[in-house]
């Protein structure tokens, strides 16, 4: 038997024979009835090792969501939102390090959330919500009531008669002298508070007061074109006659700042005495008729966005408010109708003395 050569007569490797023709498909993967092995894939240089998670991942990725929805603010604006001055003033405090949160010195881009206590030079800063809603009510003076939270002296403050806030704290919008009556505006957001006695602002406020001495118009254009008091130049922007003859008038008077003691002290200049000063209008908002003195009523939601814009905010940002809840809304329209049946009742006759009869 001749073995076959591996070779053939060219020296080139022979062909492998094909296989003889059955009828039948060679056998082929695709065809295959077996499951074909599925590829391995082509091993890396680096090692895919499986870290373990460790604990102090867990507690960090739980930390980045709480910051992500986390409810934390700037410090100033809280500050400015508490009526400790504008978000600038605020800044200027933090920068000073008059500013501590939680016993630490604040510095400038601090962020504060509810939980943290928060001290201005030594106090602490009573925080207010954001989502809380804006108020402001007016409140008609009196004489004799202080524009301060309390007296050593005893005497009532303009706080007593104001109806009572949860978590929060009524803000006056500048004050009013001892004697002095009229209208007081008070609100729970401080920034707006500031907004409005800011002298930027450049808000207009009418005076009802009553003079005694002469007032003649060479007087009056005095006061119209400026006097230099203690603190600079200071005047009226209009000046309206009212009832009166002779040595006790009435007149109507717009002062365009809030200064200490304004109106009193451009008159006196002139030589003249104020007997009653009481402020009737402050911007566009004046005193209602039915509300009488010692009495509050509250905004509406139109006259505080009319006020945010006369303080300066940006409209459609600042100007944005939390309507009442609906027993919010109750108590409002009944403290109103209050007020209205109390303005609208006669006052009772009072009764003369009985004679005593005589036998």
Avoid at 88 to 109: F, H, P, Q, S, T
Avoid at 168 to 179: P, Q, T
Avoid at 218 to 247: C, N, P, Y
Wanted: proline residues 6%; aromatic residues 6%.
């Amino acid at each position: 038997m001749v073995k076959q050569s591996d070779q053939d007569k060219f020296g080139k490797p022979r062909k492998a024979d094909k296989a003889p023709k059955t009828g039948k498909p060679a056998k082929s993967p695709r065809f295959s009835s077996e499951p074909a092995k599925a590829a391995r894939p082509a091993r890396s240089d680096k090692k895919m090792t499986k870290k373990p998670v460790q604990a102090e991942d867990l507690e960090k990725s739980e930390a980045g969501l709480m910051e992500s929805t986390s409810t934390d603010e700037k410090l100033q604006k809280v500050l400015a939102r508490a009526g400790l001055g504008s978000r600038r003033e605020m800044e200027r405090a933090i920068e000073a390090g008059n500013v501590k949160v939680n016993d630490r010195v604040a510095k400038l881009g601090d962020r504060v959330g509810p939980d943290d206590k928060i001290f201005h030079e030594g106090r602490r800063v009573v925080t207010r919500p954001e989502i809380s809603r804006r108020r402001v009510i007016l409140y008609n003076k009196p004489e004799g009531e202080i524009c301060s939270r309390s007296d050593p002296e005893g005497r009532r403050t303009v706080y007593d008669n104001l109806p009572p806030l949860k978590g929060e704290r009524w803000i006056s919008v500048g004050r009013l002298d001892f004697n002095t009556s009229g209208l007081l505006l008070f609100t729970n957001d401080g920034e707006l508070a500031n907004k409005l006695m800011h002298p930027s602002s450049v808000i207009d406020r009418e005076y009802l007061v009553r003079i005694q001495g002469n007032v003649d118009e060479e007087m009056k254009q005095h006061l119209l074109e400026g006097v230099l008091l203690d603190d600079g130049v200071a005047r009226f922007t209009d000046i309206v006659d009212g009832a009166g003859e002779s040595r006790n008038r009435w007149f109507y008077c717009v002062v365009m700042e809030g200064r200490n003691r304004e109106v009193r002290r451009l008159w006196e200049s002139q030589g003249v005495k104020v007997s009653r000063l009481k402020r009737v209008r402050y911007a566009n908002i004046f005193i209602p008729s039915h509300v009488r003195v010692g009495q509050w009523t509250e905004l509406n939601e139109k006259e505080i966005h009319d006020l945010c814009l006369t303080a300066g905010f940006e409209k459609g940002k600042g100007t944005k408010s939390v309507p009442p809840t609906r027993d919010e809304k109750a108590q409002l329209e009944r403290h109103e109708k209050r007020l209205r049946a109390a303005s609208s009742a006669p006052k009772r006759p009072t009764p003369l003395p009985r004679k005593k009869k005589t036998d």
